[in-house]
C-alpha cells in the first residue's frame, strides 16, 4: 500500500455495506482514520470497524438518518468529538428508485428518494465545508452519484432526479469551495453487485441477462469504486473538481446503439 490517506480521517455515510464499506476498508488500507456511518445495519458497520481496525487503523461508529438534519449534525458531532478533526466527506447513503411511473407514484416515496438522495448531501456537505472553513480549508468531498444522474429510467423519475439534483449541487458547490482549496467531485457507478442488486447478486441468470447491455458483460465489484475513492481523496487529485468520474464498463457510451 502507498498509503497515500496518512494522517487523515474520513466520514463515509452509508459505510456499513456495499460501495461505503469497501471505501471505508480501502481508507485503512490507504492510512486513514473512518467515520463509519450506517442507518439499520449495526453489524454491518461494525464488521467494517473490524476491518479498517486490522489495517492499523482507528475507526467509530455512528448512527443517523441523513434525510433529518438534526441527526446529520449529531452524527458529525460525534464524529468531531471523536477524532476533532475531518478531511474527507463521502456522501454514499441513499435509497434505490421506487420502479413506480410518475402517474401512480405517492408523494412520500418521491419524498423518500429526494431527501435520502439529495438533502443528506446538502446537509453533510454544509456541515463539512462549515468544519473545514474553520480548519483554515482544504478537504476532499467525493459523492456517489450514479449513471442515472444523466441516463434516465421509466419507473426511475424519484432517484434519476435526485441523482441529477446531486450532479448540479456538487457542481455549485465545487466553485464555491474552491477559494479553499476543497476538491469536490462525483463518481457515477453502473452496475455494481451491492445489496441494491441483490437479486443480481443471489441469481446468476438474472445477472447474465442484465449485464448483456454492458460492453464489459459484467457488474463492477465495489472494491473497484473503492479504488478510484481512494485517488480522489487523495493529494493526485488536488488539482480535479467538479468532475464526475463513471464507472461502468462502457454502459453509457452503449445507449445509444441501434439508434
Known amino acids: 500500500m502507498t498509503r497515500r490517506l496518512a494522517g ?3 466520514l463515509i455515510t452509508g459505510s456499513d455495506s456495499g460501495i461505503g464499506q469497501a471505501t471505508a476498508i480501502e ?3 490507504e492510512g486513514a482514520d473512518v467515520v463509519v456511518h450506517y442507518l439499520d445495519d449495526h453489524a454491518g458497520a461494525n464488521h467494517t470497524k473490524a476491518e479498517i ?3 492499523g487503523q482507528r475507526a467509530v461508529v455512528v448512527q443517523g438518518d441523513i434525510s433529518v438534519e438534526h441527526q446529520v449534525e449529531a452524527m458529525f458531532d460525534e464524529a468531531l468529538g471523536e477524532f476533532r478533526r475531518l478531511d474527507i466527506l463521502m456522501n454514499d447513503a441513499g435509497v434505490d428508485a421506487s420502479g413506480t411511473p410518475v402517474a401512480d407514484l405517492d408523494t412520500a416515496t418521491w419524498d423518500r428518494a429526494i431527501r435520502t438522495n439529495l438533502y443528506g448531501m446538502f446537509f453533510c456537505c454544509r456541515r463539512f465545508i462549515q468544519h473545514r ?9 467525493i459523492n456517489i452519484t450514479s449513471v ?5 429510467r421509466a419507473g426511475g423519475s424519484d432517484y434519476d432526479a435526485s441523482k441529477g439534483g446531486m450532479l448540479e449541487l456538487a457542481k455549485s458547490i465545487a ?4 477559494p479553499m482549496h476543497m476538491n469536490v467531485n462525483n463518481i457515477g457507478p453502473g452496475m455494481v453487485l451491492t445489496p441494491f442488486n441483490q437479486q443480481a447478486i443471489d441469481d446468476p441468470k438474472f445477472l447474465e441477462e442484465q449485464v ?5 458483460k459484467r457488474a463492477a465489484q465495489p472494491e473497484e469504486i473503492a479504488k478510484l475513492a481512494v485517488f480522489l481523496a487523495s493529494d493526485d487529485a488536488d488539482y480535479v473538481t467538479g468532475s464526475t468520474y463513471f464507472m461502468d464498463g462502457g454502459l453509457m457510451q452503449n445507449q445509444g446503439q441501434g439508434a
Open 8 to 10: 487523515r480521517t474520513a
Open 175 to 178: 466553485l464555491e469551495v474552491a
Open 53 to 55: 481496525e486490522k489495517t
Open 212 to 216: 448483456q447491455s454492458i460492453p464489459w
Open 148 to 152: 442515472h444522474q444523466e441516463v434516465a
Open 133 to 141: 472553513r474553520d480548519q483554515g480549508g482544504h478537504g476532499k468531498i
Open 27 to 29: 481508507f485503512g488500507r
